[in-house]
């Protein structure tokens, strides 16, 4: 099941470079045992209630067709829930996680808030975020196994701080839900059998 995508800043391993590509994806259908499972596989030690997916499919089309699906990925929210600084490069990203307590001091965009992500994913277990506390979503998918490993490390160094802080973690899986209950032409759209 191969399709080609194509999409703007998708899976690149920098955080600072920009391209465009033609990826080939093959698409499965996911479920929250599937993506539990694989995340045990890979020894990813995680919070159930962290764990995030993409709400359906016009979400992810939406996330898709404005550049947000990738991976490796970390967008920080400051506790009044706007991003900061638009891109951080892997070692950045590693230093605001060290730093995590300054968070709220570093440079916002107020045209980007946490609510605009909130609106399109869904906990997969149960929703324990809270209001006026920082949010910090890290991207993942199975779709591209040999680009997660920068995730879950970024995930295990945000759950090894020792924080006064109040942190809404989301580790948001990017793939295709079983939950969405996709129509044929949705499927032949992703190339789905």
């Not at 993506?35 to 045990?40: G, I, S, V």
């Not at 967008?75 to 590693?94: A, Q």
């Not at 879950?152 to 948001?172: A, D, G, M, P, R």
Request: one cysteine or more.
């Amino acid at each position: 099941m191969k399709i080609i995508v194509h999409i703007a800043l998708f899976f690149i391993t920098s955080m600072s470079c920009f391209a465009q590509k033609n990826i080939s994806i093959d698409f499965n259908i996911e479920n929250k045992e599937s993506l539990n499972t694989y995340l045990t596989e890979k020894e990813v030690n995680f919070e159930k209630d962290d764990l995030y997916s993409i709400k359906d499919f016009n979400s992810f089309a939406y996330l898709n067709n404005n550049d947000k699906l990738q991976v490796p990925e970390i967008l920080f929210f400051n506790s009044n829930g706007y991003l900061v600084k638009n891109r951080f490069n892997d070692n950045e990203c590693s230093q605001v996680i060290n730093e995590i307590e300054k968070i709220n001091s570093l440079k916002f965009n107020k045209k980007v808030t946490i609510n605009d992500w909130l609106k399109h994913i869904s906990p997969l277990n149960q929703d324990i975020t809270e209001n006026g506390s920082v949010f910090i979503i890290i991207n993942w998918a199975k779709f591209v196994d040999k680009f997660n490993e920068q995730s879950f490390e970024w995930y295990k160094e945000l759950k090894n701080q020792n924080s006064n802080l109040k942190v809404n973690c989301i580790l948001l899986n990017l793939d295709i839900q079983e939950n969405w209950n996709l129509t044929e032409q949705q499927k032949k759209t992703l190339n789905i059998e």
